[in-house]
């Protein structure tokens, strides 16, 4: 395995070092590191270091709608991205709600060799939100499941809500639950206000969000589990985390990139790419999760990566697909509605982009400082570059950006898997196995 001094990077944006990389590990860390014999340097002047990130909230598609996404294409995208590990989502086809299935994608993730995938594993049989799914087969399966989630449905219904909670606990699980009032949502197509009257779509209104959330701790705290709030996206949702955690309730919560960025105003062009669920919201609710996400109110950026063919979004809005690709921009947008807004620093994305969400999902090999002894999954960034997002740039199957023509700033330069480049000068690398 070729080993690697990285020259010169700014760790966490806070201090300049070298890093050498042998045999998967961070074996040493200093300056000046000794270059001679056999090593491959790179140069990371200007460069920040930052553990590989770690996401979530990912929908990979495989198995089922391989035309949308694959393990494959899915996680070259998020290696693009700056990712070390992703948890796939369980809405494939088959549903992800047995031992067989998430073992099938765990596996497909380490054969390719791009980025770690934790499967998800259903809540409910075929994500039907009538009978429990195997948790606990899933868990111990190879795969080692320990996030549950229906996401794309909401378990709706408070028993079988509450007993899910109760059985995760017996091996550390967590529900992570995709928070739709189904009966207040019903047609829904966008934000409920004042511009879903003006342009005649059916209203999301935020109290479907915050109605599923307020049940749900308190479940949580009924039954003593562990609850996590997926794409929180109002801010009334989080006065309610915020009331939930100052009572010790033990629930964590992920904002996107696109509601920490996007208004339900893009809706007004009947452009698909902007319809997703839960929907953008108003700039109120934009700026109230950016303050909660600098606070710790949210816990962490998760992408909700979700890839569709262009048949299911160049369509008319009431007939398009819900969701967004974002694994390829997550941590671009997360500098410019956090970083360059001076409301986070380096190291605080760092913990809510890798630290924070690998112990969310007990995954104890990823999220790991940058340190001597951990394992080297490491990004370099360039937080100076800038570069104007073009939809035929995607490394995904898929093209469903919402950033398209828009200007970001940053650049993934570099990603290390494990010792192993899986990107290299801003590229994603053809062959990364042994
Ligand atoms: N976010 C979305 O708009 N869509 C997701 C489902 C989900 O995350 O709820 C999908 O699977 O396409
Ligand atoms: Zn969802
Ligand atoms: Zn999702």
């Known amino acids: 395995m070729t080993a690697y001094v990285i020259r010169n990077a700014n760790l966490l944006g806070e201090q300049a070092a070298d890093l050498r990389i042998v045999d998967g590990v961070i074996a040493e860390i200093g300056t000046d590191l ?6 491959e340097v790179v140069d990371a002047t200007g460069l920040i270091a930052l553990p590989g990130l770690v996401d979530l909230h990912t929908h990979l598609r495989e198995p089922g709608r391989e035309d949308a996404e694959t393990v494959e294409t899915g996680t070259r995208s998020a290696a693009a991205g700056g990712y070390t590990l992703v948890h796939a989502m369980a809405n494939t086809d088959p549903v992800a709600d047995t031992a067989g299935v998430v073992e099938q994608v765990w596996r497909l993730g380490r054969e390719h060799g791009y980025c770690d995938v934790a499967p998800v594993g259903a809540v409910t049989v075929g994500l039907g939100g009538e009978r429990l799914a195997e948790l606990g087969a899933m868990a111990d399966s190879a795969a080692r499941v320990r996030v549950f989630s229906d996401d794309g449905k909401c378990v709706s219904d408070a028993v079988l809500m509450r007993r899910a909670l109760e059985y995760v606990k017996a091996f550390d699980g967590v529900i992570a639950q995709h928070s739709q009032e189904p009966r207040l949502t019903e047609g829904a197509q966008m934000n409920e206000g004042e511009l879903s009257g003006v342009l005649g779509l059916v209203g999301w209104p935020a109290v479907a969000e915050e109605a599923i959330i307020a049940r749900d701790v ?7 589990s562990r609850l996590h709030v997926c794409h929180l996206s109002t801010r009334g949702s989080v006065e309610i985390v915020r009331w939930a955690k100052s009572r010790g309730i033990d629930v964590t919560a992920e904002v996107t990139p696109h509601h920490l ?50 048949e299911d979004k160049d369509c008319e809005w009431a007939a398009a697909a819900f969701g967004m690709t974002g694994l390829e921009t997550a941590l671009s947008v997360v500098q410019h ?27 104890a090999a990823h999220g790991r ?25 995607a490394v995904s199957r898929s093209r469903n950006t919402p950033y398209a023509g828009l200007e970001l ?13 899986t990107v290299l000068d801003g590229t994603v690398l053809e062959e990364v196995s042994a």
Do not use: C
Not at 338 to 358: F, I, N, Q, Y
């Open 34 to 39: 000794d270059t001679s014999g056999d090593v």
């Open 261 to 310: 960025l996007l208004t339900d105003q893009l809706a007004a062009t009947y452009d698909p790419l902007y319809k997703v669920n839960p929907p953008l919201r108003t700039a109120d609710d934009v700026a109230a999760l950016r303050e909660a996400l600098a606070e710790g109110i949210i816990d962490i950026v998760a992408t909700d990566h979700a890839p569709h063919p262009s």
């Open 369 to 393: 400082p940058l340190a001597v002894g951990e394992p080297a999954n490491v990004v370099l960034y360039d937080p100076a570059a800038t570069r104007v997002v073009r939809r035929e740039d």
């Open 409 to 421: 700033p940053g650049r993934v330069v570099a990603t290390f898997l494990r010792g192993r480049p």
């Open 337 to 363: 509605t956090m970083v360059d807004t001076g409301l986070l620093d380096w190291a605080g994305v760092a913990a809510r982009m890798s630290a924070k969400p690998a112990e969310i999902g007990r995954v």
């Open 218 to 224: 308190l479940l949580a705290e009924h039954v003593g």
